[in-house]
């Protein structure tokens, strides 16, 4: 089962993430949700974003919706994000970035763009490690993980705005 990521350790991102969302209401796109363990901490700072979580294992999803009753989530692969037919004042994404080749990374960014309102901000969730360790391995029923799991600790948390891309 994955790690969930420890929050306290990475909060001064998450905080600047929800300071620099400056509408209220805002529509927040969370890809790779997990359990909602960040959702959870985003909602404690600003109760009034409305979160769409996605991942690609069903148990994240229902562990997410369990931890989080004011979030909407869905099972979806973060490759068909293109798909929802809504643009966010901020989408955060977890760490899914590793288990994505580099040209279906590039394609992620770039369709994130597309559903992002004009100031909105992106944040990415990275692990720091060679591109060779990365890759998707099955395990056991919880869905699909980067190779390098056991690396979330050092989780990067870089924030963009739209004008960077």
């Not at 600047?16 to 529509?27: M, N, S, Y």
């Not at 293109?82 to 770039?110: H, M, N, W, Y």
Request: some cysteine.
């Amino acid at each position: 089962m994955r790690r969930s990521i420890k929050v306290d350790l990475y909060t001064d991102s998450f905080d600047q993430f929800c300071h620099l969302i400056g509408e209220q209401d805002a529509h927040i796109l969370e890809l790779a949700c997990d359990p909602g363990t960040i959702t959870r901490y985003l909602l404690s700072q600003r109760p009034d974003f409305q979160i769409l979580g996605i991942d690609l294992a069903p148990k994240m999803i229902a562990l997410a919706e369990q931890n989080n009753h004011n979030a909407h989530f869905i099972v979806m692969d973060a490759e068909d994000i293109l798909s929802i037919g809504q643009t966010f004042d901020g989408i955060r994404c977890g760490i899914c970035l590793p288990s994505l080749s580099r040209e279906k990374a590039l394609k992620l960014i770039v369709d994130r763009s597309k559903l992002l309102e004009e100031g909105g901000i992106l944040t990415f969730s990275m692990m720091e490690d060679a591109y060779e360790k990365s890759g998707m391995q099955r395990e056991g029923s919880c869905g699909f993980l980067p190779e390098n799991a056991q690396k979330i600790d050092n989780c990067l948390e870089i924030i963009l705005s739209k004008f960077l891309l």
